[in-house]
């Protein structure tokens, strides 16, 4: 199930609040652009941000306009095992196709920790869980020997690698083969990921390239390499645009300026500095988005 592009969506605001019809704009766009599937409430979705209320609302209104065309995953990520429990069972309770669980930052516990944490979590719901490894953002890594041990959990099915180094990569496949499928959240790495098994991504940037993302990882899947390596390459400045400052920022200006949605930041984010915020607006230009 969980193939190909899938984006990490934003949540758009309006006047501090969750903007649902550009919500709506959004999903349409995804729907239209050949998006394989859906990641709610993550990182590029705020979701630090997000009260309680807010993320039903948000996973209740998506899975009503996504209708099962395509699947869902929401973030469940806290760094309080408790929390992320109780966030699984509202997405199973929607009716949403999977999770995706952060490690633990701040508390940084040991990587036994980890593997206790994802354990409780996985028994704790029916859905599918796909762990996420982000240590730039989390201050920890999760080690290939820890994936290893939670291959043997049933419902732990994936991860979303974004650790940056390919060879941690390669190792995860060595030891977890075909029991944890790969899911890139580098993407500027899709296609090396792809080419050692990986199923796909989960991508910031496909919030403006959906079309060039999708088509990218259909290509390689239908054993055009060649292609799909030249459309990663041709991508590859607007997805540097998109991490020149923190993520979601600079998606969220280039939305705007598309005219897809509010690039309303909550805080602790802020509007970028107007030097990057110019570098990002030219790299669109050129690419032909504005």
Avoid: W
């Amino acid at each position: 199930m969980f193939k190909g592009s899938y984006v990490a969506l934003v949540t758009p605001f309006r006047n501090g609040k969750v903007a649902f019809n550009d919500y709506a704009k959004l999903l349409d766009y995804h729907l239209e652009s050949g998006t394989d599937g859906i990641l709610l409430c993550g990182t590029t979705g705020e979701s630090a941000t997000l009260t309680r209320d807010e993320y039903r609302e948000i996973i209740t209104f998506v899975k009503g306009e996504i209708d099962g065309r395509i699947p869902i995953i929401a973030g469940i990520g806290s760094n309080d095992t408790r929390v992320a429990i109780e966030n699984a069972r509202i997405c199973e309770e929607i009716g949403i196709d999977g999770v995706l669980a952060i490690s633990c930052y701040y508390n940084k516990p040991t990587q036994a920790g980890h593997i206790a944490h994802f354990t409780k979590i996985a028994s704790s719901t029916r859905l599918p869980v796909i762990i996420y490894n982000i240590p730039g953002r989390t201050a920890v890594n999760l080690l290939p020997s820890t994936l290893e041990a939670l291959c043997d959990v049933p419902n732990i099915v994936g991860v979303k690698e974004s650790s940056g180094d390919m060879r941690q990569v390669l190792e995860i496949r060595r030891l977890c083969g075909d029991r944890l499928f790969i899911l890139s959240g580098e993407d500027l790495m899709v296609v090396p990921i792809l080419s050692i098994g990986g199923s796909g991504v989960i991508s910031a940037s496909a919030n403006i390239l959906a079309k060039e993302m999708a088509e990218m990882c259909q290509l390689f899947f239908e054993g055009d390499l060649a292609k799909a390596a030249r459309i990663q390459i041709e991508i590859s400045e607007v997805i540097n645009a998109c991490f020149i400052e923190t993520n979601p920022g600079p998606v969220k200006t280039a939305l705007e300026a598309i005219g897809r949605c509010s690039g309303e930041l909550r805080l602790p984010l802020v509007e970028m500095q107007p030097a990057n915020k110019q570098k990002l607006l030219d790299v669109i230009r050129r690419y032909g988005m504005i």
